[in-house]
Nanobody, 117 residues
Framework: QVQLVESRGGLVQAGESLTLSCVAS????????MGWYRQPPGKQRELVAA???????NYADSVKGRFTISRDNAKGTVYLQMNSLAPEDTAVYYCNAGARYGSSNYWGQGTQLTVSS
């Protein structure tokens, strides 16, 4: 089993930067790809960025060039550095981890980020 705990998001102004972190505990050696998803108000959850255990990254088009995902495998931690935040980035952000072996998929509890204009 793996547990994921995200850092707090909060309220920021448009144009500002913020870094979210997500710390995994439990069987972190069985964590494969990690990622960040978000769910804007009234919309479905969507992938923001993902990173494999080897460091290969994937980004949603809407955040390319502004967000950077990184991870520390030894610490079981994944980061999402967000620059040039805009009101449309307002959402609940969720950390996700997939198992290296097996089909388990884990979610954090979510953290609210609000970007004011």
């Amino acid at each position: 089993q793996v547990q994921l705990v995200e850092s707090r998001g909060g309220l920021v102004q448009a144009g500002e930067s913020l870094t979210l972190s997500c710390v995994a505990s439990g069987n972190i050696f069985n964590i494969g790809t990690m990622g960040w998803y978000r769910q804007p108000p009234g919309k479905q959850r969507e992938l923001v960025a993902a990173i494999t255990r080897g460091g290969v990254t994937n980004y949603a088009d809407s955040v390319k060039g502004r967000f950077t995902i990184s991870r520390d495998n030894a610490k079981g931690t994944v980061y999402l550095q967000m620059n040039s935040l805009a009101p449309e980035d307002t959402a609940v952000y969720y950390c996700n981890a997939g198992a290296r072996y097996g089909s388990s998929n884990y979610w954090g509890q979510g953290t609210q980020l609000t970007v004011s204009s």
